[in-house]
């Protein structure tokens, strides 16, 4: 049995054009390989809001490869993350499994707890109000009334600067005590019974477990760092361990 592990890829063909092929590519190694589970932790890509089939369109690999997963028998789970929402319609067609919060996963006893991590920070009210509002009923029914050239212009145009907000937020906030407060969620959800911890969202990258056999794993993103994934065996590792992606294939 083996997982593997992707978050906050961050996917786009303006800022990043091979990204998406790599990702393709990989995860078709993958599941050849033999990889049974496969757990998005969101952010997969930069821009994808909203059950509209010209996502489909314009990733239509990545589409037909997560099909391939689910027509195989594989498990398929994504966290919709605060860059990739309302996916739902599209994703469960093709057998994935959907949250907007948080998965539990288990693997007889063991208890593992995935979610994408924005809603670590409870101090982080001015994105929380904003997370409320884009998930509201009235931004999905408007979303769905606009002529569909126009929504896609205005969703790419509205997503492009609202990535480039963050980003520029984010250094300018810096990263002090951000790796502590996951940490801390982190040590709180062992406390509840969980063994493993999986999150993405603060882009900090993270391997830690203890003597008890309880691990957190944050793979940072694509975009800080080298693209990068986590394989783990349940019941043969306590801790996922990280690899790297190049070229078209796999390398530790």
């Known amino acids: 049995m083996t997982v593997a592990i992707f978050s906050d890829l961050h996917l786009s063909s303006a800022k990043r054009p091979g990204h998406e ?9 993958l ?21 509209f089939h010209f996502w489909i369109a314009r990733h239509p690999e990545f589409f037909e490869e997560i099909k391939a997963w689910t027509d195989a028998g594989l498990s398929v789970v994504w966290i919709q993350g605060n860059h990739d929402f309302y996916l739902d319609e599209l994703l469960t067609k093709r057998g994935v499994i959907v949250s907007d919060d948080f998965v539990e996963r288990r693997f007889g006893n063991q208890r593992i ?5 924005d809603l670590v920070n409870p101090s982080d009210t001015d994105y929380l109000k904003w997370r409320a509002f884009t998930r509201s009923a009235w931004v999905r029914q408007t979303l769905s009334l606009i ?15 609202l990535s ?21 969620y982190a040590r709180e959800k062992w406390d509840e019974g969980f063994q493993g911890v999986c999150l993405g969202h603060s ?25 990068r ?5 349940p019941g043969e590792y306590n801790c996922p361990q990280r690899y790297y992606v190049r070229d078209a294939g796999l390398s530790t």
């Open 21 to 29: 092929a790599l990702f393709v590519a990989t995860l078709k190694s």
């Open 113 to 117: 707890y995935l979610a994408h991590g």
């Open 229 to 233: 994934y986590a394989l783990w065996n």
């Open 164 to 184: 480039d907000r963050s980003r520029a937020q984010s250094r300018e906030s810096g990263r002090s005590g951000l790796e502590e407060l996951f940490i801390l």
């Open 31 to 51: 599941r050849a390989e033999g990889v049974n589970e496969l757990w998005l932790l969101g952010d997969i890509f930069d821009l994808m809001v909203g059950p």
């Open 203 to 227: 882009h900090i990258e993270t391997f830690l477990n203890d003597e008890q056999g309880h691990f957190f794993v944050n793979l940072g993103s694509w975009v800080n760092y080298s693209p």
């Open 147 to 161: 002529p569909s050239p126009l929504r896609m212009k205005l969703l790419l145009g509205l997503g492009q600067k």
